[in-house]
């Protein structure tokens, strides 16, 4: 593929920074987002992030950024740091950015709480900050503090919505109004018309994660892909709002058991909830298939996803889509009308 848009309505600030085919984010998926994965978007043209947290021992990171970059034909890609909160003892957020910037990783996609401590780090290596926000007045607080880029995702997306599931296209429409720097929209997304009707309303592109669930390059079971193709927009719960963490994720007999420990007792607490929500539950559905228990992130777009296949075939039906959809708002060429002296 071209390192450019086939079609200039395309280009974008997120295009021309970095050299993308479509302006399209592959959000960092926990667990999922491994070289091979990510190396992948990157070859089909797109921008896509290791998720540091799925390698929490440094030399581990270390070597599949290597990987990563072995893997992806020169072309970029990025980290995602999911930061903590809010600071506990023994954290090593600032360690983990160093290792980045030491790696000689471009771009680093932010998120969990405000990056401004950790932005001297990553702006004297050079590297594009996209820092992602659940909503507009959070990507208002992040381009206050010097961020390149944010992304904003809507009550929709799968993972965190945060707390005021306002939904994309409002958010869409509230970044056009309010900010200044690029911003990409996410929650929701899995069709190449919303990429073209993200792009008319000033977006720089959208951030894509659930439609990507079932591709070949996800090193996940074959049963995971299976139950996510066979899902619909509808199977989709949201939990945790207890805790002021809501998460989305694949309706299953965890949500349905964590919805009645929130509605007995509001005030539950994360001990109590626990034994239902760890990570390491919904890891173990990654590895064999299992669905049933554990909180394993997906969106609304899951109606969006439906079938198993590469992810350059998956980048591709997108491009098309876009491509359709621009024809869409385009005049057809005017009949030409006959010469007046025409002679039959």
Same mark, same amino acid.
């Given at each position: 593929?071209?390192?450019?848009?086939a079609?200039?309505?395309?280009?974008?600030?997120?295009?021309?920074t970095?050299?993308?085919?479509?302006p399209?984010?592959?959000?960092g998926?926990?667990?999922?987002?491994?070289?091979?994965?990510?190396?992948?978007?990157?070859?089909?043209?797109?921008?896509?992030f290791?998720?540091?947290a799925?390698?929490?021992?440094?030399?581990?990171?270390?070597?599949?950024?290597?990987?990563?970059?072995?893997?992806?034909?020169?072309?970029p890609?990025?980290?995602?740091?999911?930061?903590l909160?809010?600071?506990?003892?023994g954290e090593?957020?600032?360690?983990v950015?160093?290792?980045?910037?030491?790696?000689?990783?471009?771009?680093v996609?932010?998120?969990?709480?405000?990056?401004?401590?950790?932005?001297?780090?990553?702006?004297?290596?050079?590297?594009?900050?996209?820092?992602?926000?659940?909503?507009?007045?959070?990507?208002?607080?992040?381009?206050?503090?010097?961020?390149?880029?944010v992304?904003?995702?809507? =009550?929709?997306?799968?993972?965190?919505? $945060?707390?005021?599931?306002? @939904? +994309?296209m409002v958010?869409? *429409? !509230? #970044?056009?109004?309010?900010? =200044?720097?690029?911003?990409?929209?996410g $929650?929701?997304?899995?069709? @190449? +018309?919303?990429?073209?009707? *993200? !792009? #008319?309303?000033?977006?720089?592109?959208?951030?894509?994660?659930?439609r990507?669930?079932?591709?070949?390059?996800?090193g996940?079971?074959?049963?995971?892909?299976?139950?996510?193709?066979?899902?619909?927009?509808?199977?989709?719960?949201?939990?945790?709002?207890s805790?002021?963490?809501?998460?989305?994720?694949?309706?299953?007999?965890?949500?349905?058991?964590?919805?009645?420990?929130e509605?007995?007792?509001?005030?539950?607490?994360?001990?109590?909830?626990?034994?239902?929500?760890?990570?390491?539950?919904?890891?173990?559905?990654?590895?064999?298939g299992?669905v049933?228990?554990?909180?394993?992130?997906?969106?609304?777009?899951?109606g969006l996803?439906?079938r198993?296949?590469?992810?350059?075939?998956?980048?591709?039906?997108?491009e098309?889509?876009?491509?359709?959809?621009?024809?869409?708002?385009?005049?057809a060429?005017?009949?030409r009308?006959?010469?007046?002296?025409?002679?039959?």
């Open positions: 593929m071209s390192p450019r848009p079609d200039p309505a395309l280009e974008t600030a997120l295009t021309r970095f050299g993308l085919r479509l399209v984010i592959a959000g998926l926990m667990w999922l987002s491994d070289a091979r994965y990510v190396a992948a978007g990157a070859r089909a043209g797109i921008l896509s290791l998720t540091a799925s390698f929490p021992d440094p030399d581990d990171l270390r070597r599949e950024i290597a990987r990563c970059r072995d893997m992806a034909a020169g072309r890609f990025g980290v995602n740091v999911s930061m909160p809010k600071l506990v003892p090593r957020t600032a360690d950015f160093r290792l980045i910037a030491d790696a000689g990783v471009r771009v996609e932010t998120s969990g709480r405000n990056p401004e401590p950790y932005l001297p780090i990553l702006k004297d290596a050079g590297i594009t900050v996209i820092h992602k926000v659940p909503g507009v007045r959070y990507a208002l607080k992040a381009q206050s503090v010097g961020v390149d880029m992304s904003i995702v809507g =009550a929709e997306c799968g993972g965190h919505p $945060g707390m005021d599931l306002v @939904g +994309s958010n869409l *429409a !509230l #970044a056009e109004r309010r900010l =200044a720097i690029p911003f990409l929209i $929650g929701g997304i899995g069709a @190449g +018309s919303q990429i073209v009707a *993200a !792009l #008319a309303a000033g977006a720089a592109g959208v951030v894509i994660g659930t990507f669930l079932a591709a070949d390059e996800i996940a079971h074959p049963d995971y892909k299976s139950a996510m193709v066979a899902a619909t927009e509808r199977d989709t719960a949201l939990s945790m709002a805790l002021r963490n809501t998460i989305r994720t694949l309706r299953n007999e965890t949500t349905e058991i964590v919805a009645q420990l509605a007995g007792d509001p005030d539950i607490g994360i001990e109590a909830l626990m034994p239902y929500v760890a990570g390491a539950i919904g890891r173990r559905a990654y590895e064999t299992d049933s228990r554990g909180m394993l992130s997906a969106g609304q777009s899951l996803l439906d198993a296949e590469p992810l350059a075939a998956t980048i591709a039906t997108l098309a889509e876009a491509a359709a959809a621009l024809a869409r708002l385009r005049p060429p005017a009949a009308k006959p010469r007046e002296d025409a002679h039959p």
